[in-house]
C-alpha cells in the first residue's frame, strides 16, 4: 500500500499512530478508502475503530503517521478545516445539538450562501425521507433512528469526498438500522469514500466492499467483503482471538 | 394598596430588566467556555462610569443623553470583554478550571482598585436615559426612567434572543457552547464564537451599568454584588441554561423588593444568601439540573 | 516524604534570615509590618489545606479569619475573660464551623463551592456590620493586648516574636495534616477519586479534619490581629482579607504551607511600595495574581520544586514471609442494576473460586464495567448479592470493601501530583514495606524511588497494580489491564497474573479481546445485553456459536 501513490479522490491512512495519555492506543495502522466504496471497520470494543475515526476527523490528535484526503494531507490541520476539505464526521452517539431543530441542524452546517445552504438542505431532505416533514421538529424530539439520519446528513450536506460513521446503528431497533444501513450505500453509491466502524458485524458485511478488523489498535485483517462470508478466521479476528 | 403594589411591581420590573441583562452576559460565558467570570461585575461597574464619562462629552441640554451614549458605551465595553478574554482565558486554555476562577478574581481586583484608584470611590450619576417625568397612570406614578429602563433592557433582552434564536450566527454560537468539539468538526469557528459571546456578555453588562447609573449611582465597589446575583441566578435558572438565568435574575429582583419594602435591603439581601445555601445544600446540582458541561 | 529536604533549608535559611534582619536592624514599623506577614502566613497555611489539599476553591477562609477575632475580642471585651480563654474560643469556633460545613460543601461542585462559601462569608460580613454585638460597622474597640495575668506581650518587638512562635505551630499543624500517608492519601482523594475510593481511603474523615485545621489556623490568625491591633472592624471578614489571602496562596504554591510564608513576605509589604496607590493597593494584588496564575502557575514553590526535586523515599527492606492467604472466593448472585429505563445489568450471578482466573468479557453496552463497578462499590446495586468469602459486600460502602478484601486495578489509572512509585503503591498499604514487596512482585522494585511521573503507560498499569496489591486483598478485579500494552509487555503481565492466582488470589480480568484471556483464564464469563450468555472453559466459550454470534451483532442486542 506504501508504494502506490494516493488514489484521485479517497481516504488513504498511512502508519497512522495516536497516542493518548502516555499509551500507544491505536497505530501504527494503514488502510485505504477509495470514492464510492464502504469500509467497514470490525473489532471489539476498546479495538480503537472509534480512535480511527476521530484521528481522520481530528478530533484526536495524530503522533505519527499521514493522511490524504485525495492528494491533499491533512493530519496537521484543524477539525474546522477539514470540514471545508471534504471531511464529513458522524460521531459515536450522534452528539446532536439538542435545541436546534432538523432545517436549523442542517443550516449551520451546510456551507455557502443563503440560497446554496437552502438547495442543500432541500437535497438532503429527498435524500433521506424519514427527516422530510420533520422540518421543523427539534432533534431531542425525533426517534432514534431518525436522528441517527440526521447526524448522517450533518455530515454529508457540505458534499464532503470522505464520510467517517462511528455506530450508525447504535442503539437502533433491527427495522431502522436497515433503513440506516441503506442510506449508507447510497451514500457510497453516489461517490463518497464511506469509513464506517460498526459493531453489527452481519448488516455493516451486508452492505460493504471491504472489511478491515482492529485488535487493539493494530490491523489483523483487511479483506475484500466477498472473503468473509462464512470464514472462521474472520469470526475468530473479531472476538480477539 | 394597589398604588404601592403597582408601585413596588414596576421597581421589581426595572431592577429584575436590569438584573437579567447582567445574568445573560453571565450565562453566556459560561455557555460557551464552561466557567465563570468573577469580574463581570466589575464590567457592569465599567459600563456604568464609562457612561458617566461619556455623557459628559455632551452637550447638556441633550433630551435623552443614556439612550445617545449607549451605543457607544457597548461597544467600549465589547472591547473591554475581549481584552478580560484574552488576558484571562486565552493563555490559561489549556489550564485547569480554577486558573480561570483565579485569574478573573484578580482581574475584577483590577479592574475595580484601578477605578478607584483613577477616579476614586464616590458613587457618581449617570445619565438619564430620558426625562424626569412621571406618568400618571390610573392612580399610580410611573417615572419614564423606570419605564425607559424597563423598555430599554427589553429591547436588549429581545434583541439577544432575536440573535441567539433566530439567526444562523447566533445557532452556530449555541452550537459551539453545547458541543465544541463536533461543532469545529463541521466547520464552525469556535474561536470565534468564543470571542463574540465575551464581547456581547461584556457589553450587555456595560448596557445594564448605564441603565443603574442614574437610578442606583455608580461607584467602584458595585461590582461584586451584582456579580454575585448573577451567579446565584445561574444557580437557580440552571447552570448553563441561558434564559433560566435572566429568568432567575428576575425572580432575585422581585423578591429583593418585596422583602425591602417589608423589611430592608439588608435583609433581602441575608435571606438571599441563606436560600441559595439552602438550595445547594438540598439540590448540589443546582434547581433545575446542568445544561452546560464543562469546558472542551 | 519524612525528614528536612533541601527546599526546606531553603525556606529556614530565608526565613531565618529575613527575621534576623527585621529583629536586628528593623524598625517599630518594620516589626509591624513583619508582624503583619506572620498574621496572613498563618491564615493563608491554614487555607492551602482547602485549597490545595482538597482542591476546593472556598471563599471563606476570610470568614474564618474573622470568625476567630470577633470571638476572642468578644469574650475577652465583652465578657472580660482572661485573653488565652479568647484565644481558644478563636480556634474553637472556626474549627467547629468548618466540621458543620465540610460535608455539605465538598458534595458541591467546584463552580459551585465558591458561591456556596462566598455566601457564607457574605453573611458573616453582614453580621458584623450590623449586629450590635459586634459594634456594628464601627468595630469593638480596646480589644485587651496578649497578656496572662501581670504578664503582657506589648510592644512591636514582643508581638513579631509571638506571631512567627504562631507562625512555627501552624507549620507544624499543617505537616501533621498533610505528612507523609496522610498526604499521600489527601492527594489521592483529590487527583484520583475513584481510586481513592476502591483503595479504601475515607474521603469523608480526612475532609473534616482539613476543615477543622483549616478553621483554627485561620481563627487564631484573627484573633492575634485583634489583640495585636487591638481593634475588631467588619473588614477583617470582607472580601479583601479573602483576596488577599487567597493572593498569598497562589504566588506561594497552591497547597504549600511553606510557600504560604514566602507568599505572604512577598505580598504584604507590597502596599508600601505602591503607596500611591493608598488604599487601591489591591490594584498591585490584582495584578500579581493574575501575572502569577498565568506565567508561574504553580507559585514560590512550584518554581523551587522544579529546581530542588525533593528526594526520593527510604527504601525499606523486605518484610517478613508474605503471608499465604487462606483462600476466599468471590461470588456474585443475580446482581441488576437500572439507568432510567435501561437495565444494564440483568440478573449476572457467576463466582470466582479462590485461586483461579475468571475473564469477563463482552460487546459493547454488554454490561461489564457496570458488573464491575457494582462489585467494587462503585454503583449501587438495585437487587443482588455480593460475597467474598462468604461476607456480604453489598450495601456497603465503596472505601469499606477495600478492609474487607477487595482490591481493583483501573484500565485509565490515576495518580496524585508529585509523589515517588514507593509513595504512591504505599498510600493505602498498611506499612511501606509491603507496599515495597508489592512492587517487587509485579517487576517494578528498582523504579521504587524514581518519580511516577517518569512512569511509561505499561509501568502505570502496574504501579495500579502494586497499589491494589498493597491493601493485601483476597481478591481483585482488574479491568482491561492488558489494553495498549506489547505483545511481550502482556506476556509478562499473563504470567504475573498467574503467579497472583497461585497465591490464593481471587482474580477477576475484564478484556475486550480473547487473545490474553484464552491461555490464561481458568474460565470465562460471557456477557450480553445485561445478561450471562455462556460461562465455562475459555475454548468452550470461544467456539460456542452464541457467543461468536454476539459478537456479530447477531445477539439479543441487535
Known amino acids: ?241 | 394598596m394597589i398604588e404601592a403594589a403597582a408601585q413596588l411591581a414596576v421597581n421589581a420590573a426595572a431592577l429584575g430588566a436590569v438584573y437579567a441583562l447582567v445574568a445573560l452576559g453571565f450565562v453566556l460565558v459560561i455557555t460557551a467556555v464552561g466557567a465563570v467570570n468573577f469580574a463581570h461585575g466589575e464590567l457592569a461597574m465599567l459600563g456604568g462610569m464609562v457612561a458617566v464619562g461619556a455623557a459628559t462629552l455632551l452637550p447638556t441640554d441633550l433630551p435623552v443623553p443614556g439612550l445617545l451614549v449607549l451605543p457607544a458605551v457597548m461597544a467600549v465595553m465589547a472591547v473591554a470583554g475581549l481584552a478580560v478574554a484574552g488576558i484571562a482565558y486565552a493563555p490559561l486554555r489549556r489550564a485547569p478550571p480554577t486558573s480561570v476562577f483565579i485569574a478573573t478574581i484578580a482581574v475584577g481586583l483590577v479592574i475595580q482598585h484601578g477605578v478607584n484608584a483613577g477616579i476614586g470611590p464616590e458613587p457618581r450619576l449617570g445619565p438619564p436615559l430620558i426625562d424626569a417625568g412621571v406618568l400618571r397612570f390610573a392612580g399610580i406614578g410611573l417615572a419614564h426612567q423606570q419605564l425607559a429602563t424597563i423598555a430599554t433592557a427589553a429591547m436588549l433582552i429581545a434583541g439577544v434572543h432575536v440573535l441567539l434564536q433566530r439567526t444562523r450566527f447566533g445557532r452556530r454560537l449555541r452550537a459551539a457552547a453545547q458541543d465544541p468539539e463536533m461543532a469545529r468538526a463541521i466547520g464552525i469557528p469556535v474561536r470565534v464564537t468564543v470571542a463574540v459571546s465575551f464581547a456581547l456578555a461584556a457589553a450587555l453588562a456595560g448596557a445594564a451599568g448605564l441603565l443603574m447609573s442614574n437610578q442606583y449611582l455608580v461607584d467602584p465597589s458595585d461590582g461584586s454584588l451584582l456579580m454575585l446575583k448573577a451567579y446565584i441566578a445561574a444557580v437557580i435558572g440552571g447552570w448553563g441554561r441561558i434564559w433560566g438565568a435572566a429568568i432567575g435574575a428576575f425572580a432575585i429582583a422581585v423578591f429583593e423588593t418585596l422583602i425591602a419594602a417589608v423589611a430592608s435591603y439588608l435583609v433581602a439581601e441575608a435571606l438571599l444568601y441563606v436560600v441559595v445555601l439552602a438550595v445547594l445544600a438540598v439540590r448540589p446540582q443546582g434547581l433545575f439540573g446542568e445544561a452546560a458541561g464543562r469546558r472542551a | 516524604m519524612s525528614g528536612l529536604d533541601r527546599r526546606d533549608l531553603v525556606y529556614l535559611v530565608a526565613a531565618a534570615a529575613g527575621l534576623g534582619a527585621v529583629l536586628a536592624l528593623g524598625d517599630a514599623y518594620t516589626h509591624r509590618i513583619a508582624t503583619l506577614v506572620g498574621i496572613y502566613a498563618i491564615a493563608a497555611i491554614g487555607y492551602q489545606l482547602i485549597f490545595g489539599r482538597l482542591g476546593l476553591l472556598s471563599l471563606a477562609q476570610g470568614a474564618f479569619f474573622g470568625l476567630g477575632a470577633y470571638a476572642s475580642a468578644l469574650l475577652t471585651l465583652s465578657a472580660g475573660l482572661p485573653v488565652p480563654l479568647g484565644f481558644v474560643a478563636a480556634v474553637l469556633v472556626p474549627m467547629a464551623a468548618g466540621a458543620a460545613v465540610a460535608a455539605p460543601i465538598a458534595r458541591l461542585d467546584s463552580h459551585y463551592v465558591a458561591l456556596a462559601t462566598l455566601s457564607l462569608a457574605q453573611l458573616a460580613l453582614l453580621a458584623a456590620r450590623n449586629l450590635e454585638i459586634t459594634g456594628g460597622a464601627n468595630g469593638l474597640y480596646g480589644v485587651p493586648p496578649i497578656g496572662v495575668g501581670t504578664l503582657e506581650i506589648v510592644g512591636p518587638q514582643a508581638m513579631l516574636l509571638l506571631v512567627w512562635a504562631a507562625v512555627a505551630v501552624a507549620l507544624l499543624v499543617a505537616w501533621s495534616v498533610t505528612a507523609g500517608r496522610r498526604g499521600a492519601a489527601l492527594a489521592t482523594l483529590r487527583d484520583a477519586p475513584h481510586a481513592a475510593i476502591t483503595l479504601g481511603l475515607n474521603a469523608a474523615r480526612s475532609r473534616i479534619a482539613v476543615f477543622m485545621a483549616s478553621g483554627a489556623l485561620g481563627g487564631l490568625a484573627g484573633a492575634l490581629q485583634a489583640h495585636g491591633l487591638g481593634v475588631v472592624s467588619p473588614s477583617v471578614v470582607g472580601f479583601e482579607v479573602m483576596v488577599t489571602i487567597l493572593a498569598i496562596a497562589v504566588v506561594g504554591g497552591r497547597g504549600s504551607a511553606a510557600g504560604a510564608v514566602a507568599g505572604a513576605a512577598l505580598l504584604i509589604p507590597l502596599p508600601e511600595v505602591f503607596r500611591f496607590l493608598e488604599g487601591s493597593y489591591l490594584v498591585a494584588y490584582g495584578v500579581v495574581l493574575l501575572a502569577t496564575i498565568v506565567l508561574v502557575p504553580r507559585g514560590i514553590d512550584g518554581w523551587l520544586r522544579d529546581r530542588l526535586p525533593r528526594r526520593p523515599p527510604a527504601i525499606p527492606g523486605p518484610p517478613g514471609v508474605t503471608r499465604r492467604r487462606a483462600g476466599k472466593a468471590l461470588v456474585v448472585e443475580g446482581l441488576v442494576k437500572r439507568f432510567g429505563g435501561v437495565t444494564a445489568v440483568d440478573g449476572v450471578s457467576f463466582s470466582v473460586p479462590a485461586g483461579t482466573i475468571v475473564g469477563l468479557i463482552g460487546a459493547n453496552g454488554s454490561g461489564k464495567t457496570t458488573a464491575l463497578n457494582l462489585i467494587s462499590g462503585l454503583e449501587r446495586t438495585d437487587a443482588g448479592q455480593i460475597r467474598l468469602g462468604g461476607v456480604p459486600l453489598g450495601g456497603r460502602p465503596a472505601h469499606h470493601r477495600t478492609g474487607l478484601g477487595l482490591g481493583r486495578g483501573f484500565q485509565h489509572p490515576e495518580f496524585p501530583d508529585g509523589l515517588f512509585v514507593l509513595e504512591a503503591a504505599a498510600v493505602a498499604a498498611p506499612d511501606p514495606a509491603v507496599a515495597m514487596a508489592a512492587l517487587v512482585r509485579v517487576g517494578l522494585g528498582d523504579r521504587a524511588a524514581v518519580p511516577v511521573s517518569a512512569l511509561g503507560g505499561a509501568e502505570r498499569r502496574l504501579l495500579d497494580l502494586a497499589r491494589a496489591l498493597a491493601t493485601e486483598p483476597d481478591a481483585l478485579i482488574l479491568d482491561e489491564p492488558a489494553a495498549g500494552l506489547t505483545e511481550g509487555e502482556r506476556v509478562a503481565l499473563a504470567g504475573l497474573l498467574r503467579e497472583l492466582a497461585g497465591s490464593g488470589l481471587a482474580v477477576l480480568v475484564v478484556d475486550h479481546g480473547m487473545d490474553f484471556l484464552l491461555p490464561l483464564a481458568d474460565r470465562i464469563v460471557c456477557l450480553d445485553a445485561g445478561k450471562v450468555l455462556a460461562s465455562g472453559s475459555p475454548e468452550t466459550v470461544r467456539g460456542n456459536p452464541l457467543v461468536i454470534a454476539a459478537y456479530l451483532g447477531l445477539g439479543a442486542a441487535a
Open chain 1, 1 to 241: 500500500m506504501t508504494d502506490e501513490p494516493p488514489p484521485s479522490g479517497g481516504l488513504t491512512v498511512e502508519y497512522l499512530e495516536v497516542r493518548l495519555g502516555g499509551t500507544t492506543v491505536l497505530g501504527p495502522v494503514s488502510l485505504s478508502v477509495a470514492p464510492g466504496s464502504v469500509v467497514a471497520v470490525l473489532g471489539p470494543n476498546g479495538a480503537g475503530k472509534s480512535t480511527l475515526l476521530r484521528a481522520v476527523a481530528g478530533a484526536d490528535p495524530v503522533s505519527g503517521g499521514s493522511i490524504h484526503v485525495g492528494a491533499l494531507e491533512i493530519s496537521r490541520l484543524a477539525p474546522e478545516r477539514r470540514a471545508g476539505l471534504g471531511i464529513g464526521w458522524s460521531p459515536e452517539g450522534r452528539r446532536l445539538f439538542p435545541g436546534l431543530t432538523v432545517e436549523e441542524t442542517l443550516d449551520i452546517a451546510a456551507p455557502g450562501n443563503a440560497a446554496e445552504r437552502a438547495e442543500r438542505i432541500g437535497a438532503m431532505l429527498e435524500l433521506f425521507p424519514a427527516l422530510a416533514d420533520k422540518r421543523h421538529e427539534t432533534a431531542w424530539r425525533l426517534s432514534g433512528g431518525q436522528q441517527q439520519m440526521l447526524a448522517i446528513a450533518r455530515a454529508v450536506i457540505s458534499d464532503p469526498t470522505v464520510v467517517l460513521l462511528d455506530e450508525p446503528s447504535l442503539g437502533l431497533a433491527p427495522v431502522a438500522r436497515d433503513q440506516v444501513f441503506a442510506t449508507v450505500r447510497r451514500l457510497a453509491d453516489s461517490g463518497a469514500a464511506v469509513l464506517m466502524a460498526e459493531q453489527d458485524t452481519a448488516r455493516a458485511v451486508a452492505i460493504a466492499d471491504r472489511a478491515v478488523v482492529l485488535s487493539r489498535g493494530r490491523l489483523v485483517l483487511d479483506w475484500p467483503v466477498s472473503v468473509l462470508i462464512d470464514n472462521p478466521a474472520f469470526e475468530q479476528a473479531l472476538m480477539g482471538v
